[in-house]
Protein backbone atom coordinates (compact mmCIF):
# COMPACT_ATOMS: atom_id res chain seq x y z
CA UNK A 1 0.00 0.00 0.00
CA UNK A 2 1.34 3.32 -1.20
CA UNK A 3 0.96 6.13 1.92
CA UNK A 4 2.14 9.37 0.53
CA UNK A 5 4.43 11.93 2.93
CA UNK A 6 1.20 13.75 3.67
CA UNK A 7 -0.55 11.64 4.82
CA UNK A 8 2.23 10.31 7.35
CA UNK A 9 2.69 13.88 8.33
CA UNK A 10 -0.91 14.55 9.02
CA UNK A 11 -1.10 11.01 11.43
CA UNK A 12 2.16 12.04 13.08
CA UNK A 13 0.15 15.40 13.96
CA UNK A 14 -3.52 13.66 14.80
CA UNK A 15 -1.50 11.33 17.25
CA UNK A 16 0.35 14.47 18.81
CA UNK A 17 -3.00 15.87 19.35
CA UNK A 18 -4.70 13.19 21.05
CA UNK A 19 -1.70 12.00 22.94
CA UNK A 20 -1.43 15.57 24.31
CA UNK A 21 -5.23 14.93 25.84
CA UNK A 22 -4.81 11.27 26.73
CA UNK A 23 -6.45 10.08 24.12
CA UNK A 24 -5.70 6.95 21.73
CA UNK A 25 -5.66 7.85 17.91
CA UNK A 26 -6.58 4.22 16.91
CA UNK A 27 -9.57 4.48 19.03
CA UNK A 28 -10.39 7.29 16.88
CA UNK A 29 -9.85 6.43 13.50
CA UNK A 30 -11.67 2.59 13.78
CA UNK A 31 -14.22 5.47 14.83
CA UNK A 32 -14.07 7.08 12.01
CA UNK A 33 -14.78 3.64 9.71
CA UNK A 34 -18.64 3.55 11.72
CA UNK A 35 -19.15 6.75 11.35
CA UNK A 36 -21.83 8.16 9.07
CA UNK A 37 -20.97 10.83 6.55
CA UNK A 38 -22.59 14.36 7.76
CA UNK A 39 -24.93 16.01 5.30
CA UNK A 40 -25.97 19.50 5.01
CA UNK A 41 -29.61 19.34 6.33
CA UNK A 42 -28.31 17.41 9.44
CA UNK A 43 -25.50 20.05 9.89
CA UNK A 44 -27.64 22.80 9.92
CA UNK A 45 -30.69 21.16 11.47
CA UNK A 46 -32.86 21.71 8.82
CA UNK A 47 -36.04 20.17 9.98
CA UNK A 48 -35.50 21.62 13.22
CA UNK A 49 -35.26 24.99 11.56
CA UNK A 50 -38.40 24.50 9.12
CA UNK A 51 -40.35 23.60 12.44
CA UNK A 52 -39.82 26.76 14.23
CA UNK A 53 -42.70 28.77 12.65
CA UNK A 54 -46.07 28.37 14.18
CA UNK A 55 -48.63 31.11 13.27
CA UNK A 56 -51.70 31.86 15.36
CA UNK A 57 -53.49 32.76 12.24
CA UNK A 58 -54.54 31.59 8.84
CA UNK A 59 -53.41 34.63 7.14
CA UNK A 60 -50.80 33.32 4.62
CA UNK A 61 -48.88 36.89 5.72
CA UNK A 62 -48.25 35.87 8.83
CA UNK A 63 -45.53 33.44 8.03
CA UNK A 64 -43.75 35.94 6.07
CA UNK A 65 -43.81 38.27 9.19
CA UNK A 66 -42.30 35.55 11.20
CA UNK A 67 -39.35 34.19 9.28
CA UNK A 68 -38.24 37.72 8.53
CA UNK A 69 -37.85 37.98 12.03
CA UNK A 70 -36.48 34.76 12.96
CA UNK A 71 -33.71 35.76 10.46
CA UNK A 72 -33.35 39.28 11.96
CA UNK A 73 -32.48 37.96 15.10
CA UNK A 74 -29.91 35.73 13.56
CA UNK A 75 -27.95 38.58 12.24
CA UNK A 76 -28.22 39.91 15.25
CA UNK A 77 -26.46 36.73 17.12
CA UNK A 78 -23.62 37.33 14.30
CA UNK A 79 -23.86 40.74 15.33
CA UNK A 80 -23.04 39.35 18.79
CA UNK A 81 -20.56 37.20 17.84
CA UNK A 82 -18.44 39.60 17.13
CA UNK A 83 -18.92 42.24 19.45
CA UNK A 84 -17.76 38.98 21.83
CA UNK A 85 -14.88 38.16 20.48
CA UNK A 86 -13.73 41.93 20.61
CA UNK A 87 -14.36 41.89 24.07
CA UNK A 88 -13.14 39.01 24.94
CA UNK A 89 -9.76 39.80 22.74
CA UNK A 90 -6.25 40.66 24.93
CA UNK A 91 -5.05 43.54 23.21
CA UNK A 92 -6.39 43.35 19.38
CA UNK A 93 -4.70 45.24 17.35
CA UNK A 94 -6.61 47.60 15.10
CA UNK A 95 -6.91 46.20 11.95
CA UNK A 96 -8.21 42.97 13.36
CA UNK A 97 -10.87 44.87 15.40
CA UNK A 98 -11.98 47.10 12.00
CA UNK A 99 -12.61 43.63 9.94
CA UNK A 100 -14.91 42.64 12.79
CA UNK A 101 -16.84 45.66 13.13
CA UNK A 102 -17.09 45.65 9.09
CA UNK A 103 -18.69 42.47 9.38
CA UNK A 104 -20.93 43.73 11.86
CA UNK A 105 -21.84 46.49 8.95
CA UNK A 106 -22.48 44.09 6.48
CA UNK A 107 -24.60 41.99 8.54
CA UNK A 108 -26.85 45.50 9.45
CA UNK A 109 -26.49 46.80 5.55
CA UNK A 110 -28.16 43.11 4.68
CA UNK A 111 -31.05 43.71 7.41
CA UNK A 112 -31.73 47.28 5.89
CA UNK A 113 -31.78 46.61 2.59
CA UNK A 114 -33.77 42.95 3.03
CA UNK A 115 -36.24 44.94 4.90
CA UNK A 116 -38.80 45.51 1.87
CA UNK A 117 -39.60 42.03 2.68
CA UNK A 118 -41.41 43.46 5.29
CA UNK A 119 -42.70 46.67 4.19
CA UNK A 120 -43.71 45.53 0.45
CA UNK A 121 -43.85 41.98 0.69
CA UNK A 122 -47.23 41.90 2.72
CA UNK A 123 -50.73 42.61 1.91
CA UNK A 124 -51.41 45.78 4.45
CA UNK A 125 -54.89 44.32 5.53
CA UNK A 126 -53.78 41.12 6.69
CA UNK A 127 -50.82 42.34 8.58
CA UNK A 128 -53.50 44.65 10.33
CA UNK A 129 -55.83 41.39 11.44
CA UNK A 130 -52.91 39.09 11.94
CA UNK A 131 -51.11 41.59 14.29
CA UNK A 132 -53.98 41.25 16.30
CA UNK A 133 -53.43 37.74 17.41
CA UNK A 134 -49.87 38.90 18.42
CA UNK A 135 -50.62 41.46 21.25
CA UNK A 136 -48.75 41.87 23.40
CA UNK A 137 -45.32 40.29 21.42
CA UNK A 138 -43.73 43.01 19.79
CA UNK A 139 -40.01 43.14 18.12
CA UNK A 140 -39.58 45.90 21.07
CA UNK A 141 -39.03 43.06 23.36
CA UNK A 142 -35.47 41.84 21.22
CA UNK A 143 -33.17 41.46 24.15
CA UNK A 144 -30.53 40.48 21.19
CA UNK A 145 -30.78 43.89 19.69
CA UNK A 146 -30.33 45.43 23.44
CA UNK A 147 -27.15 43.43 24.07
CA UNK A 148 -25.89 44.81 20.71
CA UNK A 149 -26.29 48.53 22.41
CA UNK A 150 -24.82 47.42 25.45
CA UNK A 151 -21.91 46.12 24.13
CA UNK A 152 -21.49 48.60 21.66
CA UNK A 153 -21.35 52.05 23.75
CA UNK A 154 -21.30 53.38 27.55
CA UNK A 155 -24.46 53.24 29.17
CA UNK A 156 -24.68 56.81 29.60
CA UNK A 157 -25.04 57.12 25.78
CA UNK A 158 -28.64 55.25 26.04
CA UNK A 159 -29.84 57.15 28.90
CA UNK A 160 -33.15 58.98 27.32
CA UNK A 161 -32.33 61.93 26.15
CA UNK A 162 -34.44 64.51 28.12
CA UNK A 163 -32.42 63.23 31.29
CA UNK A 164 -29.16 62.28 29.63
CA UNK A 165 -27.48 65.79 30.59
CA UNK A 166 -28.35 65.21 34.29
CA UNK A 167 -25.59 62.32 34.38
CA UNK A 168 -22.15 62.18 34.50
CA UNK A 169 -21.63 58.95 33.12
CA UNK A 170 -19.78 57.52 36.09
CA UNK A 171 -22.80 57.08 37.88
CA UNK A 172 -23.69 53.15 39.25
CA UNK A 173 -24.48 50.85 36.27
CA UNK A 174 -27.97 50.53 37.97
CA UNK A 175 -28.81 54.12 38.33
CA UNK A 176 -28.26 54.55 34.59
CA UNK A 177 -30.13 51.67 33.69
CA UNK A 178 -33.17 53.19 35.20
CA UNK A 179 -33.30 56.08 32.22
CA UNK A 180 -32.70 53.70 29.92
CA UNK A 181 -34.11 55.01 26.39
CA UNK A 182 -36.17 52.04 25.10
CA UNK A 183 -39.07 52.45 28.77
CA UNK A 184 -39.88 55.53 26.88
CA UNK A 185 -40.66 53.54 24.40
CA UNK A 186 -43.00 51.10 25.82
CA UNK A 187 -45.28 53.83 27.45
CA UNK A 188 -48.90 53.36 26.95
CA UNK A 189 -49.93 56.28 24.56
CA UNK A 190 -53.22 57.25 26.80
CA UNK A 191 -51.99 56.70 30.48
CA UNK A 192 -48.15 57.05 30.50
CA UNK A 193 -47.89 53.90 32.12
CA UNK A 194 -45.48 50.94 31.33
CA UNK A 195 -47.26 48.51 28.59
CA UNK A 196 -47.30 45.18 29.57
CA UNK A 197 -45.19 44.82 26.27
CA UNK A 198 -42.48 46.29 28.60
CA UNK A 199 -43.33 45.00 31.98
CA UNK A 200 -43.19 41.28 30.16
CA UNK A 201 -40.04 41.89 28.84
CA UNK A 202 -38.36 43.58 31.98
CA UNK A 203 -39.88 40.47 34.13
CA UNK A 204 -37.91 38.57 31.76
CA UNK A 205 -34.73 40.04 30.67
CA UNK A 206 -34.08 42.81 33.02
CA UNK A 207 -31.50 41.66 35.75
CA UNK A 208 -29.25 39.81 32.20
CA UNK A 209 -28.83 43.30 30.72
CA UNK A 210 -28.24 45.13 33.71
CA UNK A 211 -25.81 42.60 34.67
CA UNK A 212 -24.31 42.74 30.85
CA UNK A 213 -24.86 46.64 31.34
CA UNK A 214 -22.12 46.41 34.45
CA UNK A 215 -19.92 43.75 32.74
CA UNK A 216 -19.60 46.21 29.64
CA UNK A 217 -19.00 49.54 31.38
CA UNK A 218 -15.08 49.56 30.85
CA UNK A 219 -15.07 46.73 27.98
CA UNK A 220 -17.88 47.97 25.21
CA UNK A 221 -16.93 48.71 21.36
CA UNK A 222 -16.57 52.23 22.58
CA UNK A 223 -14.31 51.74 25.28
CA UNK A 224 -12.03 49.00 22.57
CA UNK A 225 -11.70 52.42 20.29
CA UNK A 226 -10.16 54.67 23.15
CA UNK A 227 -8.15 52.48 23.90
CA UNK A 228 -6.33 51.80 20.83
CA UNK A 229 -6.74 55.63 20.15
CA UNK A 230 -4.44 56.34 23.22
CA UNK A 231 -2.38 53.30 22.39
CA UNK A 232 -1.76 54.16 18.60
CA UNK A 233 1.16 55.29 17.26
CA UNK A 234 3.13 56.48 13.93
CA UNK A 235 2.80 53.02 12.45
CA UNK A 236 -0.84 52.46 13.45
CA UNK A 237 -3.93 54.22 11.38
CA UNK A 238 -7.12 54.26 13.41
CA UNK A 239 -8.86 56.12 10.89
CA UNK A 240 -10.13 52.87 9.32
CA UNK A 241 -11.42 52.12 12.57
CA UNK A 242 -13.13 55.73 12.95
CA UNK A 243 -14.86 55.47 9.33
CA UNK A 244 -16.20 51.37 10.51
CA UNK A 245 -17.28 52.90 13.64
CA UNK A 246 -19.04 55.25 12.06
CA UNK A 247 -21.06 53.25 9.60
CA UNK A 248 -22.13 51.21 12.69
CA UNK A 249 -24.04 54.08 14.50
CA UNK A 250 -25.24 55.02 11.12
CA UNK A 251 -26.60 51.06 10.24
CA UNK A 252 -27.65 50.85 14.14
CA UNK A 253 -28.74 54.36 15.44
CA UNK A 254 -30.14 55.65 11.89
CA UNK A 255 -30.63 53.57 9.26
CA UNK A 256 -32.22 50.79 10.99
CA UNK A 257 -35.14 52.83 13.11
CA UNK A 258 -35.73 54.48 9.67
CA UNK A 259 -36.95 51.38 7.65
CA UNK A 260 -38.64 50.82 10.42
CA UNK A 261 -40.92 54.26 11.21
CA UNK A 262 -41.26 53.93 6.98
CA UNK A 263 -43.02 50.50 7.46
CA UNK A 264 -44.89 51.91 10.50
CA UNK A 265 -45.81 54.82 8.58
CA UNK A 266 -47.18 52.87 5.86
CA UNK A 267 -49.22 50.19 8.15
CA UNK A 268 -50.19 52.35 10.73
CA UNK A 269 -50.36 55.51 10.20
CA UNK A 270 -54.42 55.97 9.57
CA UNK A 271 -56.92 59.12 8.23
CA UNK A 272 -57.65 60.98 10.65
CA UNK A 273 -56.43 58.20 13.46
CA UNK A 274 -53.28 56.69 14.16
CA UNK A 275 -53.19 53.24 14.71
CA UNK A 276 -51.44 52.30 17.89
CA UNK A 277 -48.17 49.58 17.20
CA UNK A 278 -47.81 45.95 18.14
CA UNK A 279 -48.11 46.05 22.32
CA UNK A 280 -48.77 49.70 22.42
CA UNK A 281 -45.28 51.23 22.16
CA UNK A 282 -44.97 54.70 21.26
CA UNK A 283 -43.64 54.55 17.74
CA UNK A 284 -44.14 57.80 16.39
CA UNK A 285 -41.64 59.09 19.01
CA UNK A 286 -39.72 56.03 19.79
CA UNK A 287 -38.30 55.24 16.50
CA UNK A 288 -37.39 58.63 14.88
CA UNK A 289 -33.38 59.18 15.25
CA UNK A 290 -34.30 62.62 15.28
CA UNK A 291 -35.96 62.63 18.72
CA UNK A 292 -34.38 59.86 20.22
CA UNK A 293 -30.68 61.14 19.42
CA UNK A 294 -29.02 57.76 20.13
CA UNK A 295 -25.10 58.26 18.99
CA UNK A 296 -22.75 54.94 20.34
CA UNK A 297 -19.15 57.17 19.29
CA UNK A 298 -20.29 61.00 19.88
CA UNK A 299 -16.51 61.92 19.82
CA UNK A 300 -16.59 60.61 16.31
CA UNK A 301 -18.97 63.49 15.21
CA UNK A 302 -19.35 66.84 14.87
CA UNK A 303 -21.59 69.02 16.56
CA UNK A 304 -23.24 69.97 13.28
CA UNK A 305 -23.39 66.40 12.31
CA UNK A 306 -25.10 65.71 15.89
CA UNK A 307 -27.71 68.40 15.80
CA UNK A 308 -28.65 67.05 12.34
CA UNK A 309 -28.88 63.67 13.23
CA UNK A 310 -31.51 61.55 11.10
CA UNK A 311 -32.86 64.74 9.39
CA UNK A 312 -31.26 64.13 6.78
CA UNK A 313 -31.26 60.18 6.77
CA UNK A 314 -26.90 61.45 7.13
CA UNK A 315 -26.62 60.19 3.46
CA UNK A 316 -23.31 59.68 3.33
CA UNK A 317 -22.09 56.26 2.76
CA UNK A 318 -25.51 55.61 0.64
CA UNK A 319 -28.73 55.90 3.06
Given at each position: MDINELLIERLKQLDQK??????????????????????????????????????????????????????????????????????????????????????????????RHSFTIMVDGMEPQQFLKFRMALLPASGFQSAQYRRIELSATDLLNLVDRRVRGDFKGDEPAEQLFEHIYWKQGATELKSGKATLTLRQFEARYRDELLLLAQKKQNNNLYAVYRRLLAEAHDSVDVSSLRDALR????????????????????????????????GGTNWQQYLPPRLQLRIFFPELWSEEEKSDWGRRNLAEDGA
Amino acid sequence: MDINELLIERLKQLDQKYAAAGQSLDAYLEGLLYAEYLPYWDYIHLDVLLSLQKPRTAFPDEQIFIMYHQITELYFRLVLHEMDQISAADAPDCAWVVARVERMNRYFEALRHSFTIMVDGMEPQQFLKFRMALLPASGFQSAQYRRIELSATDLLNLVDRRVRGDFKGDEPAEQLFEHIYWKQGATELKSGKATLTLRQFEARYRDELLLLAQKKQNNNLYAVYRRLLAEAHDSVDVSSLRDALRRLDRHVNVWWPLVHYRSAVRYLQGDPDTIAATGGTNWQQYLPPRLQLRIFFPELWSEEEKSDWGRRNLAEDGA
